[in-house]
Each structure stands twice: as C-alpha cells, then as structure tokens.
Nanobody
C-alpha cells in the first residue's frame, strides 16, 4: 500500500492551494483518511480527516478556511486550502488507516489493519 501526495508549493498570504492524496495497492477498506502537518520545531498535528464514521474533523486553526473532500472510487482525498497564512507553512502528510488484503496458499483471504503515511508535501506561505 502506498499513499501518494501532491499539490504542495509556495503561495502568498491569502492565497489557495489544493492537495491530493491517493492510496493504492491491495486495499480492502479504508477506515479513516486525512491530512496532518508538521511545522519546523513543532509536533505533527491533525489538519483534517474523514474519520471511521465518515465524519469530517478539522483543526480549530483551519476551520472555515480548509475543506477536505474525497473520491471513494479513487481512494483519494483532497484538501482545499484557502486564506492561507504564514502559520500554515508546514510539511503536509497524508494519513490513512486501512485494511490491506492478501491470500495465503489455500486462497484464504487475510486482512491486516495498519496506519500508512504519505511522503509529505511542503506548503510555504510567504510574501
């Protein structure tokens, strides 16, 4: 299983960016999927996610400015970021908790639940 993120870059304050993250591989089901970020010298924090019940959760600091959406058929989530400020500068990581699948020698289906991270994409907000 791999998570491939894209869409980071540099933008001026007040600008917008859209991040994408696609999960690929032997995926049986996805429990949750979303975005975290880590700014220099800070801990990684949740930005936005679809939780295991399908509900969206946002960090207080991004509510009203960021919107997470998804395409279930493509195992893809998007993060539309608007009204960006320098405080949004960070490496953004895609995250998913999912079941991958495999078959043993007797063709018995086996599922393995695990947490996966994308490679991170840098978002820089600066004038």
């Amino acid at each position: 299983v791999q998570l491939q993120a894209s869409g980071g870059g540099s933008v001026q304050p007040g600008g917008s960016l859209r991040l994408s993250c696609s999960a690929s591989g032997k995926i049986f089901s996805i429990y949750s999927m979303g975005w975290y970020r880590q700014a220099p010298g800070k801990q990684r924090e949740l930005v936005a996610e679809f939780d295991s019940g399908g509900k969206t959760n946002y960090a207080v600091s991004v509510k009203g400015r960021f919107t997470i959406s998804r395409d279930n058929a493509k195992n893809t989530v998007y993060l539309q970021m608007s009204s960006l400020t320098p405080e949004d500068t960070a490496v953004y990581y895609c995250n998913a908790v999912l079941d991958s699948y495999s078959y043993d020698d007797s063709q018995q289906l086996s599922l393995l639940k695990d947490t996966y991270w994308g490679q991170g994409t840098l978002v820089t907000v600066s004038s």
